[in-house]
């Protein structure tokens, strides 16, 4: 037997073995717990395999994915396509217009259908909210569409105002949702390791999203601007959402009224937080839009 083939087997296994045993694990794991068999021979079966998934996997993320994600990145560069996406920022905000407003009008109709389905208040505001971010994306889309970026700076500050006009009115669905969490014990509740998937994925969001609005800004382009403010503005909600979870998973021991306090505490800086942000856009571009109509007009 090659001894060593077979420990590279193993130190190496396939992707989709790494999946399949990353689901087995996290799945025995969580029955274990629920269950309360930490202390039988098959929990222990399950620690060692969960041991070495985490191992191979650790290997996978230290040595195998940096080579393949230099090749991966390699074959991206060298499509005309995937080379346009990487370096084209207003291709690539074309790009993701189309892909964000794909995501918030799935959204929209899930949540009339969970509405049809639970006649649920919940659902509508989550419908609201959803429906304003998309008519903000689809703006934006069909001005890129017809004119583009960077084309008519003009065009691109009105076009900001208005959708920074209607994010204002999202602080009317974020006070219903607050309510509705306070007063009718609504909010998000995510099982098991769920919780911690939604967790990871909502702080990643909300810091690319900071890192993005930051990045952006050197391209002095009001429309990338104002799509990465409604990514920003999305995420910062989804942290809200994030709370009402781990107080619904976590907050046994906390007391309602303390729960209720920092929820009450995160809306409002939620709140705060977009509505300072539109205000001083929306007063820069407008002062912007002035002196150009000022020039134009000399």
Known sequence: MDWKRLGKKLIFPPIWAMMLLSVMCGTALIAIFVKGFEKSLIAYVVYVLSFYTLSVVCVFFGIVFPRQYRQIKQKIYGNPIGNRYMTDMAFRTHISLYISLGINLLYVGVNILSFSFFSSMWFVVLGVYYSILAIMRFLL??????????????????RTVL????????????????????YQNRGFNYQGILIYVVALF????????????????????????????????????????????????????MKPDAQRLMIALTGAGV????????IYIIVKSVKEIRNIKEKINE
């Open 141 to 158: 889309l069909r001005y890129v569409n017809r004119i583009g970026i960077g084309n008519n700076r003009l065009g691109e500050l009105k």
């Open 271 to 278: 709140s705060i937080i977009v509505v300072t942000m539109s």
């Open 163 to 182: 959708c920074l006009s209607i994010l204002l009115t999202l602080n009317f669905v974020l006070t219903g949702a607050v309510l509705m969490i306070l």
């Open 202 to 253: 909502t702080f990643y969001i909300t810091t690319h999203a900071i890192i993005n609005l930051i990045k952006y800004r050197k391209y002095n382009s009001p429309v990338m601007t104002m799509t990465k403010v409604i990514t920003l503005s999305a995420a910062l909600v989804s942290m809200l959402a994030l709370e009402t979870a781990m107080f619904s998973q976590f907050g046994a021991e």
